[in-house]
T-cell receptor, first 113, second 113 residues
């Protein structure tokens, strides 16, 4: 069974540009989560989808971040325009039920210069 | 507020036993997870405690005391491949009634020969 996959693994962009990160959860997992780890800090929750619906987006930093999960399968996280403080590793995780353990992807390392 | 504390770094020798502590103060508690993360890879699930006591899984054990807000991860017969970061995460209730994970900053464990 394939795990959670994320694309790209690395992205280097300039301040002001746009970047879109993609996450493919484990097949059949309705719950999809986005997290971010800024260097030296802990992994922080961004938002949670159940199928295509956003259930909790309380962790989204600001309106430059837009997450979608059209069709309830893969999800995208777009940052527009990117700022220097957006640099970090963005993790995606999925679970079958909200109460189950979450399986994490390898992350996308975003560097904004 | 929510606060999870764990040591930043620990060192141990191959074959030894090491205990990684985690203390937490969170709004709501519905389980504590330990994840292992090798550099550049996805966090992988190690253990889950929701009731007080010890859960044993091969060389790894995890303990929880809810009244003290305390957990530890015990690694026995250390191997070089156990060198990694160990993340303590508490599952609590988000704003919308769904559960989400709150992470500590992780403990980097270095196993030497």
């Amino acid at each position: 069974e394939a795990g959670v996959t994320q694309f790209p693994s690395h992205s280097v962009i300039e301040k002001g540009q746009t970047v879109t990160l993609r996450c493919d959860p484990i097949s059949g997992h309705d719950n999809l989560y986005w997290y971010r780890r800024v260097m030296g800090k802990e992994i922080k929750f961004l938002l949670h989808f159940v199928k295509e619906s956003k259930q909790d987006e309380s962790g989204m930093p600001n309106n430059r971040f837009l997450a979608e999960r059209t069709g309830g399968t893969y999800s995208t996280l777009k940052v527009q325009p990117a700022e220097l403080e957006d640099s970090g590793v963005y993790f995606c995780a999925s679970s079958q039920e909200n109460r189950d353990e979450q399986y994490f992807g390898p992350g996308t390392r975003l560097t904004v210069t | 507020g929510q606060n999870i504390d764990q040591p930043t770094e620990m060192t141990a020798t191959e074959g030894a036993i090491v205990q990684i502590n985690c203390t937490y103060q969170t709004s709501g508690f519905n389980g504590l997870f330990w994840y292992q993360q090798h550099a550049g890879e996805a966090p992988t699930f190690l253990s889950y405690n929701v009731l007080d006591g010890l859960e044993e899984k091969g060389r790894f054990s995890s303990f929880l005391s809810r009244s003290k807000g305390y957990s530890y991860l015990l690694l026995k017969e250390l191997q070089m491949k156990d060198s990694a970061s160990y993340l303590c995460a508490v599952r609590g209730w988000g704003n919308t009634g769904f559960q989400k994970l709150v992470f500590g900053t992780g403990t980097r464990l270095l196993v030497s020969p």
